[in-house]
């Protein structure tokens, strides 16, 4: 079956880490997502992708960069200048005019 | 520019009554508009999508959306709920180019056996 897999279900940072949040999808979609979820504030947007090598900052991308080496794989790195990382992060890939599809998440816990 | 407005963060039906969960949104275009539903801890499930087709979309589940284009709505609704429906249940706006989208805050649905 197609879909996003994201990994891990659960990560825990260390104060002063880097740490880098999965995402593949083998639907074949040119497009990818990054989303942070916090209670009572829905989706926000952390960085996205319409083609390999290139991507561009969404409402949140302060703290977090991206790398889009290969259409499958756009992996989030949730970098120490982030000082608020607790959060869950959805990852998200779509065709133009069609829903996206999403993954089941990374739940990011300080340690 | 767009945005969506879900007027309800939080709506608590008895099981075997009907649901409505609003969404009111902007846009400066025909928008395509999206229903999706989150369990606790998962990603999130399409459950229907408008693309200037019919204004009554089925969806899963038994559920389905009316657009208004005069009311800018995008009302959710099942006429009997399910214990099964208690999720938070978020509606989408496209962007006019089809590739980026914008969320409403979500509603929490609580079922109440």
């Known amino acids: 079956d197609g879909g996003i897999t994201q990994s891990p279900k659960y990560l825990f940072r260390k104060e002063g880490q880097n740490v880098t949040l999965s995402c593949e999808q083998n639907?074949?979609?040119?497009?990818m997502y990054w989303y942070r979820q916090d209670p009572g504030q829905g989706l926000r947007l952390i960085y996205y992708?319409?083609?390999?090598?290139?991507?561009q900052k969404g409402d949140i991308a302060e703290g977090y960069s991206v790398s889009r080496e290969k259409k499958e794989s756009f992996p989030l790195t949730v970098t120490s200048a982030q000082k608020n990382p607790t959060a869950f992060y959805l990852c998200a890939s779509s065709v133009s005019n069609q829903p996206q599809h999403f993954g089941d998440g990374t739940r990011l816990s300080i340690l | 520019a767009q945005s969506v407005t879900q007027l309800d963060s939080h709506v608590s039906v008895s099981e075997g009554t009907p649901v409505l969960l609003r969404c009111n949104y902007s846009?400066?275009?025909?928008?395509?508009l999206f229903w999706y539903v989150q369990h606790p801890n998962k990603g999130l499930q399409l459950l229907l999508k408008?693309?200037?087709?019919?204004?009554l979309v089925k969806g899963i589940n038994g559920f389905e959306a009316e657009f208004k284009k005069s009311e800018t709505s995008f009302h959710l609704t099942k006429p009997s709920a399910h214990m099964s429906d208690a999720a938070e249940y978020f509606c989408?706006?496209?962007?006019?180019?089809?590739?980026?989208?914008?969320f409403g805050t979500g509603t929490s649905l609580t079922v109440i056996p």
């Open positions: 992708s319409q083609i390999v090598n290139d991507f």
């Open positions: 846009s400066s275009y025909s928008p395509s």
């Open positions: 639907l074949n979609h040119d497009a």
């Open positions: 408008y693309t200037s087709a019919a204004t």
């Open positions: 989408v706006v496209s962007s006019i180019t089809g590739n980026q989208f914008y």
